[in-house]
């Protein structure tokens, strides 16, 4: 038993006591049963908490529906939107976008839809110019990618074949056989 | 006043061996058994309800939810005896959903507007007005009394004061030790005694209005 209130039992005391006296040391129980100061402390507890009890109870409404053993079918309280309604709108929504995007997503994106990777579009678009506006002649000619008619004077004059020696081959001397045969 | 003035568990409509029979007859498939038990308790359930949520329309729905489910599942209840803890416990699991759905519907923004059935109607005749201002300050001193405990302590402190029901029922209901029950129920208790509710609620026996409860505790206890 503590010793902080003259004798007597503490806080802690009286609620054990309160809420059982077998959990009390033997002392303290004796100390409870001869005390009237302790006894009405244990007794202002008890008397709140059956206070509390009463007034819980009156002021509580009592049932006024019987209890069914059918399910219900709940209403919607007032304001609420019908919550299971939207949630299905939304995965329907979710279901018609993921088939059209699955099935037609090259349709989404093409021709003016957009591309899938705008980032590569400049590249793209200087590679098709490249391929529709070849180099001017001149420069082709150049690089000799392109034959200008009418050079083959000037070719033959720049770099000559080789003259016609004995033993060589037909080839060398600027005869064509298949020239021959299929011309 | 008795020395020992602990709350006593709320007497069983039909007594223990009558629950227990009709527990027996509905898990074999007695409807009409499970009426009755439903009858019986009913208004227990319905009040348990109503001090975790306050709102007449919200009890009626999970009472009759609690009893739904309750239905389904008693081919689960091996003891018939064990018929009310085996209640509150769905009972309190189906309040504990319940408040939790509603928690997020609020957060969503989607929380049904405040209903009015607390409100005093119109009407209402001049004597009853002092009680619903009354019964108003009460719930809303209990409120924020029981804001301070910790979930646990609260759940137990209800269960023990306000359902009656005993440490060992509680100690089933939450799938708990009895030591622990008591341990939150000490730290509940000890928070009561530091609060002004326990000051008012103390002193309350001394108003007028309570020595009408009073008058009607002792009124409840005749047979």
Redesign the interface.
């Known amino acids: 038993m503590k010793e902080g209130r003259d004798g007597h039992l503490d806080?802690r005391e009286i609620?054990?006591a309160?809420?059982?006296e077998g959990?009390l040391p033997a002392e303290s129980k004796d100390h409870l049963a001869a005390c009237p100061l302790c006894?009405r402390e244990?007794?202002?507890?008890?008397?709140?908490?059956?206070?509390?009890?009463?007034?819980?109870?009156?002021?509580?409404?009592?049932?006024?529906?019987?209890?069914?053993?059918e399910?219900?079918r709940?209403a919607f309280?007032?304001?609420?939107?019908p919550?299971r309604a939207a949630l299905g709108g939304a995965v329907l929504a979710a279901v018609a976008i993921f088939l059209l995007w699955g099935r037609d997503s090259d349709i989404l994106f093409r021709n003016g839809g957009g591309t899938a990777f705008p980032e590569t579009d400049p590249l793209m678009t200087e590679v098709a110019l490249l391929v529709e506006n070849p180099l001017p002649p001149v420069v082709m000619d150049m690089v000799a990618e392109e034959k200008v008619p009418g050079d083959e004077d000037f070719f033959h004059f720049v770099a000559p074949l080789p003259e016609e020696e004995p033993g060589t081959d037909t080839r060398m001397k600027g005869e064509i056989p298949w020239k021959e045969n299929y011309c | 006043m008795a020395p020992n003035r602990q709350p006593e568990p709320a007497p069983r409509p039909g007594g223990g061996h009558e629950t227990a029979d009709l527990v027996l007859e509905a898990r074999q498939g007695g409807q009409g058994a499970f009426v009755r038990l439903a009858e019986m308790y009913r208004e227990e359930i319905y009040r348990m309800v109503y001090y975790r949520t306050r709102s007449p329309m919200d009890a009626e729905d999970l009472t009759q939810d609690i009893f739904l489910r309750a239905f389904e599942r008693i081919g689960g209840l091996r003891d018939g005896d064990a018929f009310r803890s085996w209640l509150f416990r769905i009972a309190v699991n189906r309040v504990t959903d319940f408040q939790r759905q509603k928690r997020v519907l609020s957060w969503l923004g989607l929380a049904p507007r405040k209903r009015e059935d607390e409100a005093l109607p119109e009407g209402t005749a001049e004597p009853e007005a002092p009680l619903y201002l009354e019964k108003k300050e009460f719930w809303e001193n209990f409120q924020k009394f029981v804001k301070r405990l910790s979930p646990m302590e609260r759940e137990v402190f209800i269960l023990r004061f306000l359902d009656h029901l005993d440490i060992a029922a509680i100690a089933r209901v939450l799938g708990k030790k009895d030591s622990t029950v008591k341990t939150h129920l000490y730290r509940g208790l000890e928070k009561f005694r530091r609060e002004e509710a326990f000051m008012e609620f103390g002193a309350f026996q001394a108003t007028r209005a309570g020595e009408s409860i009073t008058k009607q505790g002792t009124e409840e206890e005749k047979p």
Do not use: W, Y
């Open positions: 806080e609620l054990q309160f809420l059982g959990d006894r244990k007794e202002r507890l008890e008397n709140a908490l059956a206070s509390l009890q009463q007034k819980a109870s009156l002021f509580t409404p009592g049932p006024s529906r019987p209890v069914t053993l399910r219900k709940r309280p007032a304001g609420l939107p919550l």
